[in-house]
Structure formats: C-alpha cells, structure tokens
C-alpha cells in the first residue's frame, strides 16, 4: 500500500473526494434497486431560502440529516436525500427590490411594474440562488443532487396550484376582509407565526375624555397607542366594574382629530380587565384584533386611519396626516397636552409584534385576503399522540399537539409579486378558480401570491413527482426522517404532516428530529448585527469540513441548544489529526495487511481492546437510532483516542518492540480489524478522512466493489460481536476483570509520580511487591504504560523510609525517591500546601455554618460550596499522605 503522508491535508482531500464521489454517482438514488432485501431511506432538507448562505445552524442541520443518510446506506439502504431551495416570496422580493434601488435602477418596485420586477428576481435567483447548496457540499453533504427542487419550478407550482384549487372547491379556501399580521415594509399581510414579539421600552399615557351626558365627568383612558385614537369608535368596560355601571350606554367626546371630535359610546365588554390601567379601554376596531372582536359584537364601525406604509392617513385628522405612526404618536402626546386632555405619561415595557423577514414593528390592519381551513387535523393531530410518528424530543408531542387543538385559520394571500399568484379570475361579478386561466375576455387574475409555507408544505411529495405516481413516490414515501428546528414546528412541519393525510393519505415522515439552536459562549443566539455568529466556510479552510462536524457534533445533546466554542473545531481537528497518526504508527509496523486474527496468540490487551470495540459499536449504534448524536460522538471519542489510542497502542509496544514474530503478526491484525472497524463507525460524522484512510490502508482491497470496495460509504456498517464470535476470540467476563486490574496499577502509579511533583513525562524507577505470579510480558506492558524507566519485581524489597506506596490488584508498587526529589525542599513545600488547604477549608465550613449565609443564597451557590468543602477536604488528605510519607 502507498505511504500514508506525514501530515493530513483536509482541503485537498475534501475537495478531491467530493469530486469522486459526485462522478461515480454515490449519492444518486435509484427507485428500481428498492426490494424487501434493500428498504428505500428517504429525507427531504429543509429547503433554505435562495436567498441563504451557510450558517452554523445549516451544519448542525445538515451533518445531522447527512449522518443518518451516510449511515442507512452503510445498512444497506437504499438513500434518496432530496436536496432543494424555497423561493422565500417576502425575503428574496426585499433583497431584489433593495439592490434595484441601491443601484439606482428604481425608487419604488411600481417603477418596473409586477412582470418586469419577477424578470429581474428570476435573473437574482439564477445568478446568486444555489449558493447556499454549494456551500454545502464544502461540508460534505451526500445529497442527490440530480434532484435539487425549487418551490417555484414549473412542475412544482403546478402542485401548488392543483392544491389551492382542491381545497377551493371543498369549502376550505375562503376570502374574507379579517385582522391580519400587516408588514409596513413588504407591504403584505404575515401569518401569526411570521411575527416576532420582541420586549420594549415605551410609554404608557394616560389622558381624559368627558361623559357627554354629564357635563364635567372625566374618564380616564390608559394606552400606549395615543396616535390611533383617531380611529377610536367606543370605549368599552367592564360589565362588573361598579365604578362605570352607571355609564354605560352613554357616550364620550373623542379627543381626536381636533375638527372631528365626535361622540363615541361607552359599551359593556367581558374582554376587560378592570386591574389594567383605569379599566377603561379605548376600542379601535381597524387597528387591533382584540378591539375588531369588541366592534363585531358591539356593531361598531371601523375607521382605517392608516395608509398601507403605516403613514397616517386623512381620517387621522390634518394635524396627523401623512405623518409615520411613530412621529403621529409624538404629535398626538403633543395635541393631548396642549388641550389640557393628558393626564400623565409612565415608563412601560411591553411586547411588541415584529416583523420577522422586514424587522420592523407590524401592524393590525384589516384587510381582505384569502385563509385556508386546515384539512385532515384530527389525523394529524392523533398521528403524533398515539406515537406512530415520533418526535425527537418527545416534549415537543406536548407542543405541537396544544396547537393543533387550537388551530385558527391560516392567512395564505401576500401582496407581493414574487411567488405563486392565487389561481382565481374575476370579470364582472364572476369568479372563477382553476388550475389554467379561464377562457374568453376579460377576466382579471388576483393580484395576490400565496404564502411561502402555502408551497413549502407539499415539500415531501410534491418533490417527487405528485400528483403523478411516480416511481419515487412508490419507493421513497412516505420519508423516513426530517430534521429541522422547533422554531418551525407550525410553519412548516404541522402543516406538512397535514398536507400529507389530505393528498396521500398518510403520514409524510415516520421520524422528527428537532435540534437546538446555536448559540455562543456566553448563551446568546448568534446573529450577524450581534458579530458572535462565524463563517462556516471559514472554519472549514482554517479546521477542514470533518473538524467542523465533529466538532459541532459533540457539543449538540439531544434537542439542547448548543454553545459553540471554536475550540471544540479544533478539538474536531486533533481528534483528525489522532486518528490519522494511528493509521500512519499501524503503516509504519509493516508486515501483513488485515491478516488473520489467531484467538491461541490474543494477549490480555488484545482481548480487551476487542471487547471494547464490541461494546462501542454497541453503544454508538444504540446512540444513532435513539438521535442520540452527541452521545454517539463522544463514544467514538473515548474508544478510539482514550482506549486505543492511550491505552491499547501504547499496550502494544510491548509486543510490536519484541522478537516474537507470530505474536506481532498477531497483534497487528487486532489494529486492522480495530482500524477498519473504527474506520466505518466514524464515517457518518467523519466521510472524508475515514474515505481516505480507508483506501489509504488497503481495507477497501478485499471488499465487494458494492460493498466497500470502490468507497467505505457503501461499507457494512459494523455490528457488536455475538455470543459465537465472542467465543470465538475467546472474550470472558475474567478477561475483563484483569484488564482492570492493570489499568487499576497504571492508574495508581501515575498518581504516586503526581503526587510526589514529578512531571508525567520523568521516566522513573517503579518496585513491584507482588500478591501473585505475573507473566513477564503483563509486566512489560505495566512498565511501558507508566513511563517507568525500570519496573523491578521484588517479594522481598525493603522500602526506605518515606518511599511513597500505593495498594495495586497486583501488589504494593513503590516509587523510591532516591535522587527524584530533594526531600527535605519537598517536605517543606507539602508543609505549606498544607497550610493553604487548611485556610481554604476553614473558610467554606465557616460559611457553610453560617446561617444568615445558607438560608438567604440560591440552593446552586450552596451545593457549590459543600462541593468545595467535600474537595478541600480531599485534597486535605491527599497531602497529608504524602506529608507522612516524606518523614
């Protein structure tokens, strides 16, 4: 076999690997190789928005759906992991629209007109649009990418016509004037679930209106909204409140506008709070969803003071038209005071509904849009309840089903021009709905789009091929996994879970994974405006693409957020760098490659390493199908840097360093069977150095070309031994028990060489008391792992006084000081640390007894302390000890 290379270079691999693997089709599925014996995989990615590029949460996201597809196809699975972009109407409109109007070529989107701005989003799509796909083949995503969708594809919008027009024609999709979610910017209505509520700093005001009906009685009004009082048609309270009994029915002079001040009616609603500011509220039915329920079950009218950019409008009254919300608002404070009507102003925090693709603050607005009843909810609901869909982690069931039992209808229509434009005509009264516009003269298509997730929910099977039947379907649905974030659950899974009852009849993934979202070090999300959230592509050229998923792997527990340090990236690349050192120490022996293993010629340590393995592939497997990722990475971590690397290699020496040639020939087969085996675990988190490796060592030569052969990604993926197989290698429970044991010795003299202040790396003499007989090759092995310049056997030795000591399975083990240490220079430091330690001590069981001290903090500040006092106290005795030992 070629040499292995003295340093790993992760660039030029990654990028020629990738390549390789893109030619020889290795992420291409076929629907015609699926049989009872091959069970199709399928996983469809959350579709980024054109306008993406890679983000941390895309490599959690992505490594996560590429560990479980690399690993199905090492089970022998047949793997279609459909990779594709959303169209993102709101997002990609604003960037075009913004980067039109930067360059000068327009000062509003109505310059171009609708045809002409969807030209020059389709050119932006075209141009800048699978950035985000690209990039994540630099992170070594395994998607088929032969089959990369887009939400507005021509076959694609045909499915998302052919629903809108189903749904039409059952009764669900409906137009109707209601309350929506209204973005200033985009100049559309949102879903609920687009609005972000952010906390605010603002104020509180609180002015007086006079009762009509009697002259010289005030109420007082509390609002944080003074420039929609305009708009005010009642004011409403409490049908408890004995305070304004006596008034209802009566009405106020609305203070606003100065040459409108009409008289509105007071009105009894149950919706008011009497503890809320007076508990008198004012009622602006065009501009709030609770105050538009109040105006429908009092009739009142609803007076739309706002233009569509929430500019005031000639309803506001002179004084406030053409004035933006928030300067209206400073001028109506400023009206209020100059008539005497404000009472007073306080500070007062509240939540404030944003917009989550514009940023900026939403408004209740009515207007006339179409909604959607949702279809199929009771199967969707008890699909997830009953547990034949599982949630990852489960909690998440609790979530989603509260939701689904207060479903509200969904607002699908957008006024925006890019996306799918609704499927219905108009002509003089008539209306007509269909998947082709509608034959004859003048007919008038509605201006609407629908919203994103409107065409994002048909993802799993509109991708393939619906509403034909075609062989992708067959085969690959419903999908096995989805991975995506919780953020999302009623965007976007919800509704795909209903959308699939409604169109094929069953569920549209059997598995959801949700992950945690990324943040950093000191637990804040990342953002581009905070600066805390890094380049991946970054990360990838300084670490390499495996350091990276590694990396974010082991630090990302089951649906816990996760606190991304840079360290665990370069962690990530040690651990490369570990594993590529141990393939290169195994070429460096020479002999055989992957020879027979002969169960007579095992030693102890072989033994055990074979064990360990076993119970690793075990541990990772069970990890992987419970979505246990982090667990599974940090199984793979210990095994192989902990106990083959630490322990067995450097066990092996003994062996590999010795003249008993069947024995080396013997334990070096144990390293490749540990190796290749190793190798094919770590694959799914680490594809292209185990690639690599794998060819690299010669352990694709045996293999079946479809089995390993051409490329460990169709290698079997390993399996814990079984009862013959242990029996085999001849792996007993006392095999164990004295691999223990002389990790046990190891353990203890390393401690007696801390303990006495020599560093780990001194090679020392070692004296071994023995309880029993000990081979001469364990022996060898002890000495090798504790660094021992020599390891003298002797029943009889007669330690010096103050020679240090340690109780083994194997014995009492000496380390005589004689020409280590001055003692006298080491007594007197052992003294003074003990000093120190006493002080210490002293001073959390001072505190501890204190009860002014333990009854007022956290029960976290006192658990750390009694954990303090329970340390010192050890680290007390641990001193003590040596301090005995040196007199």
């Not at 509520?197 to 603002?202: E, F, H, I, P």
């Not at 969904?410 to 008539?430: D, F, K, L």
């Not at 799914?684 to 293999?703: A, C, H, R, S, V």
Request: aromatic share 10%.
């Amino acid at each position: 076999m070629p040499e292995l290379s003295k340093t790993y270079t992760s660039n030029e691999v990654e990028e020629r690997w990738y390549a390789q693997w893109l030619e020889r089709g290795c992420f291409t599925a076929d629907p015609a190789r699926v049989t009872d014996k091959r069970p199709a995989y399928s996983i469809v990615i959350p579709p980024p928005n054109v306008t993406g590029i890679l983000t941390l949460g895309h490599v959690l996201n992505n490594t996560i759906q590429d560990i479980l597809a690399r690993r199905a196809r090492m089970l022998g699975k047949e793997v279609l992991w459909l990779p594709g972009t959303d169209h993102a109407g709101i997002a990609t409109q604003n960037v075009v629209e913004k980067t039109l109007k930067k360059d000068g070529s327009i000062k509003h989107r109505d310059d171009l007109g609708r045809e002409k701005m969807v030209e020059k989003i389709w050119e932006w799509k075209e141009k800048f649009g699978g950035i985000i796909l690209k990039q994540l083949r630099a992170l070594g995503a395994s998607c088929d990418w032969s089959r990369t969708r887009f939400t507005m594809d021509e076959e694609y919008s045909k499915c998302v016509t052919k629903v809108f027009v189903d749904l039409y024609n059952k009764g669900l999709i409906y137009r109707g004037k209601r309350m929506v979610n209204w973005c200033p910017s985009a100049l559309t209505a949102l879903s609920d679930e687009e609005v972000e509520m952010r906390q605010q700093n603002g104020h509180l005001y609180y002015f007086k209106v006079e009762v009509v009906e009697e002259p010289g009685t005030w109420l007082t009004i509390a609002t944080t909204r003074p420039e929609t009082i305009p708009g005010d048609t009642a004011i409403a309270v409490s049908p408890k409140d004995e305070r304004y009994a006596h008034l209802i029915g009566k009405h106020v002079r609305r203070p606003l506008p100065l040459e409108n001040q009409a008289g509105i009616p007071i009105v009894a609603d149950d919706h008011i709070d009497p503890q809320f500011g007076t508990g008198v509220l004012k009622v602006t039915p065009a501009h709030d969803k609770a105050d538009f329920e109040i105006g429908q079950r009092h009739n009142l009218p609803q007076i739309d003071i706002m233009n569509p950019n929430a500019s005031m409008n000639e309803l506001a009254g002179k004084d406030l038209q053409g004035l933006d919300r928030f300067e209206a608002r400073k001028k109506a404070v400023e009206l209020l005071r100059e008539m005497g009507d404000l009472v007073k102003e306080e500070p007062y925090q509240n939540n404030v509904g944003y917009s989550e693709r514009a940023g900026v603050p939403i408004e209740p607005r009515l207007s006339e849009q179409w909604f959607l009843k949702y279809p199929s909810v009771p199967a969707s609901q008890a699909v997830v309840a009953e547990g034949q869909m599982r949630f990852f982690p489960d909690r998440w069931a609790k979530v989603y089903d509260h939701w689904m039992g207060g479903i509200q209808d969904w607002c699908i229509s957008r006024q925006i021009w890019w996306g799918h434009r609704v499927p219905v005509w108009y002509r003089e009264g008539e209306v007509y709905c269909g998947e082709t516009a509608p034959e004859g003269d003048g007919w008038t298509q509605d201006a609407d789009v629908l919203d994103t997730w409107f065409s994002s929910w048909l993802w799993p099977f509109a991708t393939m091929g619906w509403p034909k039947e075609t062989n992708d379907l067959k085969a690959f649905y419903p999908t096995t996994d989805l991975v995506t974030g919780p953020d999302i659950i009623f965007f976007w899974v919800a509704r795909m879970i209903m959308a699939g009852y409604e169109w094929m009849g069953e569920m549209p993934f059997k598995n959801v994974y949700f992950t945690g979202i990324i943040r950093d070090k000191q637990g804040r999300k990342m953002s581009k405006s905070l600066g805390n959230s890094p380049d991946p592509l970054e990360l990838i050229a300084k670490f390499g693409a495996d350091a990276l998923r590694f990396g974010i792997m082991r630090s990302a527990p089951l649906g816990a957020d996760v606190l991304f340090d840079e360290k665990n990236v370069e962690l990530g690349r040690n651990f490369c760098t570990k594993l590529w050192n141990a393939a290169r120490f195994r070429q460096m022996q020479g002999g055989a490659s992957e020879g027979e293993i002969k169960p007579e010629l095992l030693s102890s340590d072989d033994k055990w390493i074979l064990a360990r393995l076993s119970d690793g592939i075990a541990e990772v497997t069970t990890a992987l199908e419970e979505y246990r990722f982090s667990d599974a990475a940090a199984t793979l971590y210990r095994f192989f840097w902990s106990e083959y690397c630490d322990w067995y290699v450097e066990a092996t020496k003994a062996v590999l360093n010795g003249s008993d040639e069947a024995r080396k020939a013997n334990t070096l087969a144990v390293m490749d069977f540990v190796l290749g085996h190793t190798l094919r675990l770590f694959h799914p988190f680490l594809p292209f150095i185990t690639e690599e490796l794998w060819q690299g060592m010669g352990f694709n030569k045996e293999m079946p070309a479809e089995q390993g052969g051409d490329t460990i990604m169709f290698a079997p993926w390993p399996k814990s031994f079984d009862e013959a197989e242990l029996a085999y290698f001849g792996l007993t429970e006392e095999d164990a028990k004295f691999s223990a044991a002389k990790q046990e010795v190891v353990n203890l003299g390393r401690g007696l060489k801390s303990g006495a202040n020599i560093a780990s790396n001194k090679r020392v003499r070692f004296v071994l008391k023995p309880a029993s007989e000990l081979a001469s090759h364990e022996v060898e092995v002890v000495k090798i792992l504790l660094n021992a310049e020599t390891l003298d056997l002797d029943p009889a030795y007669a330690a010096p006084k103050g020679t240090p000591v340690v109780l083994t399975p194997f014995g009492e083990l000496f380390l005589p000081l004689e020409g280590l240490i001055d003692v006298d220079a080491e007594r007197e430091r052992v003294k003074k640390e003990i000093a120190k330690v006493e002080v210490e001590l002293e001073k959390v069981r001072a505190k501890l007894a204190d009860e002014n001290f333990t009854s007022k903090v956290p029960a976290k500040v006192l658990d750390d302390h009694r954990q303090r006092e329970t340390d010192w106290a050890a680290k007390l005795g641990q001193l003590q000890k040596m301090a005995e030992g040196l007199q």
